[in-house]
T-cell receptor, first 114, second 110 residues
Framework: DAMVIQNPRYQVTQFGKPVTLSCSQT?????MYWYQQKSSQAPKLLFH???????NEADTPDNFQSRRPNTSFCFLDIRSPGLGDAAMYLC?????????????FGPGTRLTVT | DAKTTQPPSMDCAEGRAANLPCNHS???????VYWYRQIHSQGPQYIIH???NNETNEMASLIITEDRKSSTLILPHATLRDTAVYYCIPTIQGAQKLVFGQGTRLTINP
């Protein structure tokens, strides 16, 4: 089945130690997204790629970076994780379906910062 | 994007229809209404969307009022697996992004 895959599902990192989360997709969608979801809150968009064009949300901290080396893969880099960055990180994909974008989400990576 | 108001929580008996309301009184003419849900410990899942006509698919029905200021998502025969947070998200036509509000936590009771 076509899908959005996130690895790892659980990640533990130390305060200040860089960490990278991975997302891959077999849907061949040209848009990929990263969301942050803290406990009991709604998902919050960090940034997204439209093809190779990177679109950063205005309130996304500089500590968060992303790379998309090809259509299938997208990475979220957290340069110096703080305790406040502990959250579920969701990757999603979509494509233009005639004026609307239906997003497909992965299962998420739960990040713990110690 | 239009602001939305959804009840924080709702309960429904298994087998009954679950009707989830959403108020989006500031919606503009080119904004679709999308509904997503998020089952515990999973990523959100697309359910349905509409512009001004009522829509139905295998998961749900979407009823949009004539003035487009509110909508109702209907799960016709709710099951325990429908327990989730349901998000109503107005989004401009052609926009790639979603802005999630707080949603409604729907609990289906046996």
């Amino acid at each position: 089945d076509a899908m959005v895959i996130q690895n790892p599902r659980y990640q533990v990192t130390q305060f200040g130690k860089p960490v990278t989360l991975s997302c891959s997709q077999t849907l061949n969608h040209n848009v990929m997204y990263w969301y942050q979801q803290k406990s009991s809150q709604a998902p919050k968009l960090l940034f997204h790629y439209y093809d190779k064009d990177f679109n950063n949300e205005a309130d996304t901290p500089d500590n968060f970076q992303s790379r998309r080396p090809n259509t299938s893969f997208c990475f979220l880099d957290i340069r110096s994780p703080g305790l406040g960055d502990a959250a579920m990180y969701l990757c999603a994909t979509s494509r233009d379906r005639g004026g609307y974008y239906e997003q497909y989400f992965g299962p998420g990576t739960r990040l713990t910062v110690t | 994007d239009a602001k939305t108001t959804q009840p924080p929580s709702m309960d429904c008996a298994e087998g009954r229809a679950a009707n989830l309301p959403c108020n989006h009184s500031t919606i503009s003419g080119n904004e679709y209404v999308y509904w997503y849900r998020q089952i515990h410990s999973q990523g959100p899942q697309y359910i349905i969307h509409g512009l001004k006509n009522n829509e139905t698919n295998e998961m749900a029905s979407l009823i949009i009022t004539e003035d487009r200021k509110s909508s109702t998502l209907i799960l016709p025969h709710a099951t325990l697996r429908d327990t989730a947070v349901y998000y109503c998200i107005p989004t401009i036509q052609g926009a790639q992004k979603l802005v999630f509000g707080q949603g409604t936590r729907l609990t289906i009771n046996p």
